[in-house]
């Protein structure tokens, strides 16, 4: 396979970008992560950063994301909301998969959020819809459906005009 | 797109809009229907009702068949969701963030025990090394003391000199094959001479 150097390539494989679970909340904008790349109590935070970020910014590809290495005495996970509000996360000495649970738990969309996106999407993008909002507004856009009547009329053996027509 | 195949145009019964006035209708005046005051009160208080309620049988309809829109719209709940949302999980995070630093704090604690411990033994090594160093110097100047009386000054010079003049000391030696050292530049071995014979 090409391209597949660098330290674990399988990070920028679509299979494992698309099995992240966290999709951060709406009102989440900028994420930002602080941590140290030599200590012991860093190690968990480093981990996340080397194999949960790539997942979290592609399944969230409206969010900032930021790292800022070796500025903090301890490592520590900073969201800020649109609304101003701001959640700060300590991940001192913990290790990829605790922080990744927590941040599911803590900033992450909730299951009934996501299972009502899901249907709303699937609604929508359904291609056989149409009216506002979808992809069409009216079905006489597909080729060979009946054109609207505003538009052209319609065939005379529909119309009842002909259809209920004595003959004299 | 659309087949134009079997297009027709559409031809409502009317005269095209930019053709000019028929000129048999050219100077005939509209006859204006007169309306007794009454009859247009009548009216327009039938007209005002019949709008009225099909404006709000349309909201009603709009706000049954959009729940979505409805929820978008509603920034009060929407607001009230949010930071009920919030305040949930900044109770969890907060319980989190209280149990680490607990958890940080005894390590920060026992890290900085150990470092004064290490320190602690290095300040003792260092210690230790000087004094031997000072032992060892201090041995030094008591054997160069000792020393201090077979110095040759100015004094003895004369006495020493005579004492050197008088007890030659020859450094000349040589080696036999056995590996015995023969001091001396005349001395001769005269047993193991005989010894080879």
Known sequence: ?168 | MISYQNLQSVRWRRKPIWMPTAKSKLYRIPVKPVIPEEEKEEIKRLYNNYRTYIKSIRRFLTYKHSVLLMAKSDTEQLKKAFDEDFMRCKEINDKWNEDLKKLREERVAKQLQEEIEFAKNRMANLIKQKEQKLAEAEEIVRKEKQMVGTFITPENLDEVIEKALSNPVDYNFAIDLEGNRIIGRETKPEEQVSVKQ
């Open chain 1, 1 to 168: 396979m090409p391209f597949m150097i660098g330290p674990a390539p399988i990070r920028r494989t679509l299979k494992f970008l698309e099995a992240g679970r966290l999709a951060l909340k709406e009102q989440i904008k900028i994420f930002a992560v602080h941590y140290n790349l030599h200590d012991d109590n860093n190690k968990g935070a480093k981990e996340f950063v080397f194999w949960y970020l790539p997942q979290i910014q592609y399944k969230n590809p409206d969010v900032q994301i930021a790292t800022f290495k070796n500025l903090t005495p301890s490592p520590f996970i900073r969201c800020f909301y649109e609304s101003g509000h701001e959640m700060l996360i300590d991940i001192d000495n913990k290790s990829k998969d605790e922080i990744y649970e927590h941040l599911i738990r803590v900033v992450g969309k909730t299951k009934e959020v996501l299972e009502a996106e899901s249907i709303s999407k699937e609604k929508k993008d359904n291609p056989a819809n149409f009216g506002v909002g979808c992809d069409r507004h009216c079905i006489c856009e597909i080729p060979g459906q009946i054109p609207c009547p505003g538009v052209v009329p319609l065939p005379m053996h529909m119309r009842g005009k002909y259809k209920y027509k004595k003959d004299v």
